[in-house]
């Protein structure tokens, strides 16, 4: 039997644009009072929507944070994935950059929610971290291919890259860093095409 509509809308398609609202709403009070004061009666009155409205998609304030957070991760993922699939080697690692910088310019109220101190959001960032590693220590091997470091030098250098670049980009998106947004990506840049170089380095180093 076919679902029923209501002014052209079924129920599956209902309860999506209220959780939709919902996340939408708890975007909103991240970015202009902070996690800690996001409620479930703020984020309601927000999206103008009944309490009930709120239990049919989240047990609580945190697990819509999390929605919310995961929902942004995969949007962001998505468009670094893009940029790689989009472009040759010769430019891919300025299409990546530019892509993420880009992704979270669209929406300035992203980065308060990626970065946001949040405890579980913290975990959830550790998990990021390491997958943005592993897509890093990948391409690595694809672009420099006999010339790259060996694997577990490739790993340490990803997650040494990864976590620098984000404690340098929540900064910039805080406002903490005086440089514009072609500077940053060039720095960006250069960070990761000297790193590239590891190899070389490590050999020095190992006499």
Known sequence: MAERTYAGETGDERRARRRAA?????LDLVAEVGWERVTVRAVCGRARLNDRYFYESFADRDVL?????????????????????GTDKDRRVRAVVEAVIDFFIADPRRGHLMFAPHEALRSRRQEMLRILARIVAY????????HAAPAKDRELGALTLVSGTMEVFAGWLRGELDVTRGHLADFLVAMVNTTGDLSTALRRERG
């Open 22 to 26: 919902l996340t939408d709403a708890a």
């Open 65 to 85: 944070l999390l929605a919310s957070w995961d929902a942004l991760a995969e949007g962001a993922l998505h468009a670094l994935t893009m940029a790689i699939e």
């Open 139 to 146: 391409q690595a091997t694809e672009l420099l291919g006999d």
